[in-house]
């Protein structure tokens, strides 16, 4: 017999076991061998999957249940370990066919390196499109000691492939002098804040394609610890989820979406997956129509 695993820890809540005809895909991405400081995002995905159990199918804030979407969760993907070039080509050809579906991506990282192939093949689909970055971290590094595949670059090679102004950063507290330069010149840089910011420029990407990808470490580490290079000074798990119910009540059209750096081992508490699972939760139901 087989058993049931829409409850199971396996999946995400209330996951359809029907690809075809879902709208948005759920898809892992462990990978973190890239990190500047900790390892351990490899495990977030499956671990943001077991938090969702303690969730409601409901949505107060949005007035909508997962019990009125189908959505797919197609496990982890297989990355070699070890190899990140050869990683982030099989994340990309595996995002590629969930576009040509015409299927929601929405990843589970994982360092924040996986958005970049993601980032490339939502651009060829949609060379409109503009990309909402809400981190600790500029990621705006051309290298990171000597290497260009690295979790603090994936957002300088999104600016030299489609335009940094197509890029709006949120939330942003750290990073090198010269990424702060960089970011002032070349980004739609609002640093520190993400609410209040994200308010006044959403009127602005009205019908849109929109990228939208969270670093956990927005979060202050009093609300998220678990991730690998965690930063004094955040925001609220509450303003975090109000910046993706900004989003979702905004005319911008949302065509794909990630949460990454979430690092489990670092957290017994596991606050920082609950709320990653709840972040996801409220992603499927605010930005997949």
Known sequence: MKLDQKYSGNVFILSSDDYASSKAVIYGMPMDFTVSFRPGSRFGPGRIREASV???EYSPYLDRSLEELAYFDAGDL???????????????????????????????GGEHLVTWPVLQEVYKKYPDLAVIHIDAHADLRESYEGEPLSHSTP??????LMGGRNIYQF??????????????ENINFHPFEVAAPLREVLPSLAGRPVYVTIDIDVLDPSAAPGTGTAEAGGITSKELLEAVHLIARSGANVVGADVVEVAPIYDPTEQTPIVASKLVREMLLGFVK
């Open 78 to 108: 297989l990355l070699p370990f070890g190899n990140a070039a050869r990683s982030l080509d099989i994340i990309g050809d595996y995002v590629r066919g969930v576009l040509a579906d015409g299927k929601f991506p929405l990843g589970l």
């Open 171 to 184: 939330g942003i507290r750290s990073g090198s002098r010269e990424e702060w330069a960089y970011a002032r």
């Open 155 to 160: 957002i300088r090679k999104a600016a030299e």
């Open 54 to 56: 303690g969730l409601e």
